[in-house]
């Protein structure tokens, strides 16, 4: 099966498959230099090849993605070790065990703490310290509690890193994946936006241009020629608004609002605000260019134009329409009309921000609406 091109835990399982081979070598030394006072050989013998087939097992499986994809490899692997290091009563009596007698899985031990670690992340890791902990110190002994704390400690230590180094390390892992997935789709956008335009764009162009020559039904196709360029060209500049945690990008939120005769102008990088706030925005801003199509005029344009100024965010909603004056926008809301004193003033007032508008008759109306980011 193909690897994941961005699997970053991959260095850690492959280093825990080297721990692993060379703890049960260090096991199989430990052996051999306290053969004689091994009460009965043969059970420790059965104890490192229990030990030695179960390290190829678990080494294989660390080494594919199958046993990275799958946590109960892991926690096997605790099972089968406890499993191992109670086996040592099979070499040595525990009387013996309590009276200073070494423990035969040694270090091997650790290895599903740092599976665990690797694979579940720090509260993986401290499960596995605390069970391989208390299997050692029911061998030990109470008495022997201070004799095996330094064990302890380095088990609690080991799974507390390592499970963070992994934590931190599939978070970069996920992050690295959504840049790569972002820098595809915009290849993939710029490769059709090239095709679009040196064919879709430019066969609209020309009917829209030769339709209002033409004009009589003709205007009729030509108008609608224009809105699909406008269209296409709006999916062409349209980009992700998801951002960062719960943060989405007003930018790509507004952009799809642009029509034959409402302008989009937005800053190159994205600009980033909390979701509900977003949200309100382009409601606010929707409700003025609702105001745009029903008071402005058959021919008025509109321009939405949002600004970054770090510590806020300013939205302007320019027409060239007929106009009005501020006494009757303040009338409209005496009589009832909420569009622009609830939809508009309202919704930025309960994000905590500002709102001015500029209008008079024959000048067309401007509203700049500011929030905080």
């Not at 230099?33 to 294989?60: E, F, H, K, Q, Y």
């Not at 499970?163 to 820098?183: D, F, K, N, W």
């Not at 789709?185 to 936006?193: G, K, V, Y």
């Not at 409601?283 to 509109?302: F, I, M, T, Y």
Request: proline share 3%.
């Amino acid at each position: 099966m193909k690897s994941d091109p961005v699997d970053l835990l991959q260095p850690l399982w492959r280093a825990l498959v080297a721990f692993r081979v060379i703890a049960f070598g260090f096991a199989c030394f430990g052996v051999w230099t306290r053969w004689d006072g091994i009460v009965r050989p043969s059970g420790a013998v059965l104890l490192l090849a229990v030990m030695g087939v179960w390290t190829v097992v678990s080494s294989i499986g660390y080494s594919r993605r199958w046993g990275r994809r799958n946590t109960r490899l892991a926690f096997a692997d605790l099972v089968i070790t406890v499993g191992c290091m109670y086996a040592t009563l099979l070499a040595q009596p525990l009387l013996d065990i309590r009276a200073g007698a070494s423990v035969l899985t040694s270090v091997w031990a650790a290895g599903p703490v740092l599976a665990l670690a690797i694979s579940r992340g720090r509260d993986g890791g401290l499960l596995g310290a605390v069970t391989v902990s208390l299997a050692l110190l029911s061998l030990r002994g109470d008495d022997h509690a201070s004799k095996i704390l330094g064990n302890v400690q380095l088990l609690l230590v080991a799974g507390l890193v390592v499970g963070y180094a992994a934590s931190t390390m599939r978070q970069a892992g996920a992050r690295l994946r959504e840049a790569i997935a972002t820098e595809s789709a915009t290849a993939e956008r710029l490769r059709l936006s090239r095709s679009i335009h040196d064919g879709v764009l430019q066969v609209l162009a020309q009917v829209q241009r030769r339709g209002t020559a033409i004009g009589g039904e003709a205007l009729e196709l030509a108008e609608l020629a224009a809105e699909q360029e406008v269209a296409l060209r709006t999916l062409m500049s349209s980009r992700p608004t998801v951002g960062e945690g719960d943060s989405l990008d007003l930018c790509g939120l507004l952009l799809p609002l642009a029509t034959t005769r409402v302008d989009v102008v937005v800053p190159a990088s994205p600009v980033l605000l909390p979701a509900a706030t977003a949200a309100e925005l382009v409601a606010a801003v929707n409700e003025a260019l609702s105001n745009v199509d029903k008071h402005a005029g058959p021919a008025a344009r509109s321009w939405v134009v949002v600004e970054d100024l770090g510590d806020e965010v300013v939205v302007s909603i320019r027409d060239d329409g007929i106009g009005t004056t501020p006494a009757r926008l303040e009338q409209a809301r005496v009589d009832g009309h909420l569009g622009v004193s609830e939809s508009i003033r309202g919704r930025i007032a309960d994000l905590g921000g500002t709102v001015m508008v500029r209008t008079a008759p024959g000048e067309g109306t401007e509203w700049e609406l500011k929030v905080a980011t």
